[in-house]
């Protein structure tokens, strides 16, 4: 018996998916445990494997949006052979041939009100060529409409045999106009992860009061130590020490300092968190997603690198889980990575505070009296006037910049 292939639960607040890609042909021969499709949703990315081994029936094409539990495929243990014919005790009902379970659909995919039976793909492909399903006379199992059916009803209409050019097509077939723009542009439709974060966006700048204050700060004592110990450190822990273990130490000590900017309103109240769960921006090629690192005020250097080592990894292979992006008070993000000099971040909701980071540059400051030249970043704090004050804003900013100018702080918790 044929086993379902069904999309899977992801999340709470997740209900419907895109399948983004299939890494399996129809009909190809599938081992339990390999990748079958990976399923883009509003919030992440997984990839589904298959839970038997058998031959892979595809219902439903890349790109079209499925429900949760929706069946999307078969597997059919007994290989993509022949139908053997049917026992006696079976009451004479053969099973399905390969071509006819590739067609064949679920009770769902049914349309009722035209009185056909038609899987979603093959409804699709008599869409895109203007057939009218009722029309054609299914030759699959219970008179199921295979594609097969389809090509052959499209065969003779097209030559033209009797009244069945009238009766097979819905609307008469118009050539494409080619328009003066082709090639000018492209259009496709956005991922769900695209409209999540679009959508996220723009409620964050209409739901809060978001302001932004700048520092800069002086990166030379940074790059020194980390030029020290760089050797030692990925010695002993196999890793590299990057600047972003520092600034996320150094936010956990500011937002010590200030903890309105660890908190958030929640209707009338104001909440402050006592845990410091911090979310690293992180830039994929399906869109910006925000991995929390867990408890930083109780991680070292070496353990808070491994975890953005492993978001990253997570991130580049679609592996990133819905849990692993829940429950941060605090974001950092670092466009200097790109070259950005300077920008002001937009809050992810419901925080209260994002810090962005820039790109470090050789700049001329006034140190001593006399004119130097320092390896300088920029610092930005957007944060939700309603909860911080300007006040505590600047004085978060400042405790940081203290604690990377003097990164022996972080160590001491001077």
């Known amino acids: 018996m044929a086993a379902d292939v069904r999309i899977p639960a992801v999340g709470e607040s997740i209900t419907t998916g895109t399948i983004a890609k299939w890494h399996q042909a129809n009909g190809a021969t599938v081992q339990q445990g390999d990748t079958l499709l990976t399923l883009e949703t509003d919030k992440v990315s997984n990839d589904l494997e298959a839970e038997s081994a058998g031959v892979l029936h595809i219902l439903v094409d890349e790109g079209e949006e499925v429900e949760i539990g929706a069946v999307v495929a078969t597997i059919d243990p007994a290989g993509g052979g022949a139908a053997p014919a049917p026992s006696e005790d079976s009451g004479g009902e053969p099973a399905l041939s390969t071509s006819e379970a590739e067609s064949a659909p679920t009770e769902e995919s049914k ?4 009185g056909v039976s038609v899987s979603p793909t093959v409804r699709k492909f ?33 030559e033209g045999e009797g ?37 996220h966006l723009v409620n964050a ?50 937002l010590k300092s200030v903890p309105s900017v660890n908190g958030r309103i929640d ?14 921006a992180v830039g994929t090629e399906r869109g910006l997603i925000v991995p929390v690192i867990r408890d930083c005020d109780e991680k070292g250097f070496a353990e808070i690198e491994h975890s953005i080592i492993d978001y990253a990894n997570k991130a580049r292979d679609g592996k990133i889980d819905f849990s692993d992006l829940q429950g941060g008070v605090f974001t950092i993000s670092n466009g200097g990575v790109y070259g950005s000099m300077l920008s002001t971040p937009i809050l992810n ?62 160590l001491v918790e001077a």
């Open 126 to 158: 008599a869409d895109e060529q203007g057939v009218d399903l009722t029309k054609v006379e299914g030759t699959g199992r219970k008179g199921f409409i295979t594609k097969a059916d389809v090509e052959a009803a499209l065969t003779l209409a097209k």
């Open 205 to 254: 700048q209409q739901s809060a009061a978001i302001l932004t204050t700048f520092n800069e700060c002086d990166m030379t004592a940074v790059m020194n130590m980390r030029k020290t110990l760089q050797e030692s450190f990925k010695a002993k822990y196999g890793i590299k020490l990057g600047f972003m273990s520092f600034f996320i130490k150094a936010a956990v000590e500011a």
């Open 111 to 114: 349309n009722s009100a035209e």
């Open 267 to 280: 209707g009338d109240d104001m909440i402050l968190n006592h845990y410091f769960d911090i979310g690293v």
């Open 349 to 410: 909701p419901p925080q209260s505070g994002i810090l962005g980071m820039h790109t470090i540059q050789q700049r001329p400051v006034a140190l001593n009296g006399k004119v130097v030249i320092r390896p300088m970043m920029y610092l930005a704090l957007s944060y939700d006037h309603r909860i911080v004050d300007g006040k505590e804003a600047v004085t978060f900013l400042v405790r940081l910049k203290e604690c990377i100018e003097d990164p022996t702080r972080l």
């Open 163 to 199: 009244a069945r050019e009238l009766t097979v097509f819905k609307k008469p077939v118009i050539e494409p106009k080619v328009s003066d723009d082709e090639g000018r542009f492209t259009r496709k439709k956005m991922s769900p992860l695209r409209r999540k974060i679009a959508t």
